[in-house]
C-alpha cells in the first residue's frame, strides 16, 4: 500500500491558516552548505523551530504540561490523514507537523498515550517504522529517542520528511571500501561509517525488513550490551529500489555544551536525527550566520559516540 499524501496536505494548509503560512514560509528559509571533513551539511535557518529547539523534556517540566500529541489536545484545525493499525499490535495516526522544516513534515503519532521508545521493550515498532518507509516512497523516517531529540519523550511517534534534504541518505554510498567496515548477516549487511570521524554513524541495508530487524537487534546489542533502558539513539529509514535503508546514529549527549554557554558562546543547536542526517537547523539568526564547519564539528564530537570509541567490541557482538 502507498500512501498518498498530497491531498491531506493541501487540505490541511487550505484549513489551517498558521500551518499553511509556515510551510509557505519554507519558501524563504536561508541555507548554507559547510564542510566537515569530506562531509557535507546543510545548515538552515528556520525560525519556526525555535519551540522545537528550546523545549524543556525533563521530567517535571512534562509532567507540568499536556500531551501535544494526544487527540483531545490536538488544535481543532489539525486533523488526521487515517488509522493505520500494522501487523504488530500498534496504531497511528498521521498528522500535519505545522512547524516543518521539509516541503512535506509529517508526524506518525501512537494512537495511545505510551512513551517513546523502541528498545529493548518495543523492538516491533522498528518493523512498524520500515513499513512506513515502504508506504511513503520519495520520503525518509526518522525516530528521535527520548535522550536525544524527542520534544514529545512521553508519546510515540515517528516523523517524515522529504528524501534529498540530509547528506546521509546519499552521500554515505560515496565513502571508499577503506571508510566502510561491514558485516553480512543472511540478505543484510551492516556498514560502519569508518570516514565520517565525527559522526559514527552505521548503515543496515537488506531488501528483507525481517532480516534488517534482525539485524538491527544485534548491532544495538554490540553498541550498548543488555541494557534495560533505551540508549540514546536516532533512526532514519528509506525504502528505494526494493531495499530498505536504515540509519543508526548512537548518541553521547542529548545536547551540546554551545547549548548552556552565555553571550556569544551559544549557539542554539538542539540536534535530532534531521541534524545528524545532515540537514542543521538553527532557529535563531544570529546562531546561523556564525556557525562554520568548525562549530559543526565540536557539536558532532559532543553529542555523537566519537572515533575513539571501539568498534571492534560491537563487532564482536554480533
Not at 548554507?32 to 525533563?58: C, F, H, W
Not at 505510551?114 to 518495543?122: D, E, S, V
Not at 554557554?261 to 536525527?273: D, E, I, M, T
Not at 545528524?276 to 532557529?283: E, S
Request: charged residues 20%; proline residues 6%; neutral net charge.
Amino acid at each position: 500500500m502507498t500512501i498518498d499524501i498530497e491531498p491531506f496536505f493541501q487540505q490541511q494548509c487550505a484549513a489551517w491558516p498558521s500551518a499553511g503560512a509556515n510551510y509557505s514560509a519554507l519558501n524563504a528559509v536561508q541555507t548554507k552548505e559547510l564542510m566537515v571533513g569530506q562531509v557535507q551539511y546543510r545548515v538552515q535557518y528556520n525560525p519556526g523551530r525555535i519551540t522545537s529547539s528550546a523545549s524543556q523534556v525533563d521530567a517535571e517540566s512534562i509532567a507540568n504540561r499536556p500531551c501535544f500529541l494526544c487527540t483531545d489536545h490536538l488544535p481543532s484545525e489539525q486533523q488526521t490523514l487515517g488509522t493505520y493499525g500494522h501487523g504488530y499490535g500498534h496504531t497511528y495516526h498521521i498528522l500535519l507537523n505545522p512547524y516543518p522544516i521539509f516541503p512535506r513534515h509529517l508526524t506518525i503519532k501512537h494512537v495511545e498515550h505510551t512513551r517513546q521508545l523502541i528498545f529493548p521493550t518495543a523492538p516491533e515498532r522498528l518493523l512498524d517504522m520500515l513499513e512506513f518507509a515502504e508506504e511513503l516512497p520519495g520520503y525518509t523516517i526518522f525516530y528521535n529517542g527520548a535522550k536525544c531529540g524527542a520534544s514529545a519523550p512521553d508519546h510515540f511517534h515517528f516523523q517524515v520528511g522529504n528524501r534529498g534534504f540530509m547528506s546521509i541518505e546519499s552521500q554515505w554510498r560515496k565513502l571508499s571500501p577503506m571508510e566502510l567496515a561491514s558485516f553480512r548477516s543472511g540478505k543484510s549487511t551492516v556498514y560502519v561509517l569508518l570516514g565520517d570521524l565525527f559522526r559514527r554513524a552505521l548503515i543496515v541495508e537488506g531488501s528483507d525488513a525481517g532480516g534488517i530487524f534482525e539485524l538491527t537487534e544485534k548491532v544495538m546489542h554490540g553498541v550498548w550490551g543488555n541494557t534495560p533502558e533505551e540508549p540514546p539513539v536516532n533512526l532514519l529509514a528509506w525504502y528505494e529500489g526494493g531495499r530498505y535503508t536504515l540509519c543508526i546514529i548512537p548518541r553521547a549527549a542529548h545536547r551540546p555544551r554551545c547549548y548552556y554557554a552565555k553571550g556569544n558562546a551559544r549557539l542554539l543547536s538542539s540536534p535530532g536525527a534531521v541534524d545528524l542526517g545532515g540537514l542543521f537547523v538553527l532557529p535563531r539568526q544570529e546562531d546561523f550566520e556564525k556557525i562554520t564547519g568548525r562549530h559543526l564539528a565540536q557539536i558532532l564530537s559532543e553529542v555523537c559516540l566519537y572515533a575513539d570509541y571501539d568498534w571492534k567490541i560491537t563487532y564482536s557482538r554480533l
